[in-house]
């Protein structure tokens, strides 16, 4: 083990448990959006996302219904040699007409690269970076974001972080019906979401389902389009990635999973298809824990592990990050319900800033398998060194700094032998019809 190395993992040592001494400040308010009003070609709560191998898609919403779904882009501010036409969705719920959402691939671009860009030839020039083609490769981790004040402070400190991909493991605008607030997040995140690619998938508060009237995640679909054509699924509710040496799989909690859907059976395939050579870190992203400490939702991702962690243990899965609840918390490897060296990881991390507030209560004693936990806000950072080593960290919003206040070094499974001993379990489960 390397100084550095061992400098951190004796940190470590020292902060594992809870943050039982750590005064949480009081919670904020619900952010105030004031009216302004724009041209109705006037892009607006742009975003983007990877679509497929040197891909990305550009989002944005126009309140003419005539604008085109066009993209403007290169690699010099105001001169744009790439022109790329794209696609067009809108939806009304009830009273509330969305306006025309723009969704609009471009590419081949170039890795590790900004390029500038503008919307439909009309308003602000965006500009965003491409992820790299090789190690290191950062991503920032947050989910439950809602619009409160925290989610402000939660936002301000990612955009201090040098990250290349944000992942949302669900809860994006806490809209829950009003969707109004839709449009507030999307002009929330814009700065952020504009400049770096935000990969996210749904939770509870995305589905907005009325029985009989209206089907479930309209406006989540309708707004967030990932990359899941791309990736060979049925349904923009789960979806894969991959950026530098990391296959990244995102499930939907709210969909079925059992092992006759189509949930189950593309992530069998999906497990089937990833090379470990080439991307040999391999993590998944959902919302509802497996394992979880915390009194708040219980039991709720129970049938879900027992259908899905057989999976994901077979692939040698490095590390499951989830939210949902309004916490954080670390395990160690784990599988079936304690501690297994050949079993990924497991993160919650739904401390984005929700208006719902923190989940203070925990189980006791504190399970084995359960390295650290703390009821505050705030977001993760996974910088995957190499092809063997990553670093996590969570940051705490102490007032509007973040603090450091839990951090890992990770080796990945490739290097450990676990694959070996269950390369036979591995084909047998993933040759099943």
């Known amino acids: 083990m390397e100084p550095k190395s061992m400098i951190v993992v004796l940190t470590v040592l020292l902060v594992v448990g809870t943050g039982a001494d750590y005064v949480r400040p009081p919670p904020r308010k619900t952010l105030h959006f004031p009216w302004n009003p724009k041209s109705s070609s006037h892009p607006q709560q742009v975003h983007i996302s990877l679509a497929g191998d040197k891909h990305m ?14 993209v403007e882009y290169g690699r010099s501010s105001k001169s744009y040699n790439f022109k790329a036409e794209g696609e067009c969705t809108s939806y009304s719920y009830f009273l509330y007409r969305s306006g025309k959402i723009h969704h609009t ?28 083609s090789e190690f290191p490769v950062t991503f920032a981790v947050a989910g439950d974001m809602g619009q409160t004040g925290w989610t402000k402070s939660t936002i301000d400190h990612i955009e201090q972080c040098k990250y290349d991909v944000y992942m949302l493991p669900g809860d994006l605008s806490y809209a829950d ?19 770096r690619p935000w990969m996210v998938t749904q939770g509870n508060h995305e ?17 967030w389009k ?10 923009n509710l789960y979806y894969s990635f991959e950026v530098a040496g990391v296959h990244v799989i995102m499930l939907g909690s709210y969909t079925d999973y059992d092992e006759y859907s189509d949930q189950y059976s ?30 708040a939702h219980q039991g709720e991702g129970d049938d879900m592990m027992a259908t899905m962690e057989p999976l ?32 990924p990881i497991h993160i919650t991390i739904g401390d984005g800033g929700n208006r719902e507030g923190l989940a203070h209560k925990y189980l006791e004693p504190q399970p084995e398998w359960s390295v650290f936990r703390e009821a505050s806000f705030g977001h993760g950072e996974l910088k995957i060194v190499n092809s063997t080593h990553a670093f996590w960290s969570w940051h705490r919003n102490d007032k509007d700094e973040p603090v450091r206040s839990d951090q890992v070094w990770i080796t990945s499974l490739v290097g ?17 019809p």
């Open 207 to 223: 589905k907005e389902e009325i029985p009989l009237l209206k089907d479930g995640f309209i406006s989540y679909n309708s707004r």
């Open 57 to 70: 898609r550009i989002t944005w919403i126009t309140s003419d219904k005539s604008s085109h779904s066009f």
């Open 266 to 295: 593309w992530l069998k395939a999906d497990l089937s298809k990833v090379d470990r050579e080439r991307t040999p870190w391999l993590l998944v992203v959902f919302h509802v824990p497996w394992y979880n400490s915390n009194k």
């Open 105 to 132: 691939v471009i590419g081949p671009l170039e890795d590790d690269t900004v390029y500038f860009y503008q919307c439909g030839g009309d308003g602000p020039e965006f500009q965003f970076k491409t992820p790299p």
């Open 226 to 235: 990932m990359p899941f054509e791309e990736s060979g699924s049925s349904s």
């Open 416 to 432: 450990s032998g676990c694959l070996a001993e269950r390369s036979r379990e591995l084909r047998n489960i993933f040759m099943e």
């Open 177 to 195: 019906y009003m969707q109004r607030k839709w449009d507030t997040f999307g002009e929330l995140v814009q700065p952020l979401a504009s400049s």
């Open 312 to 343: 994901l243990y077979a692939a040698g899965v490095d590390a499951v990050v989830a939210g949902h609840v309004h916490a954080y918390e670390r395990s160690k490897r784990v599988y079936n319900g304690k501690s297994d060296a050949c079993g």
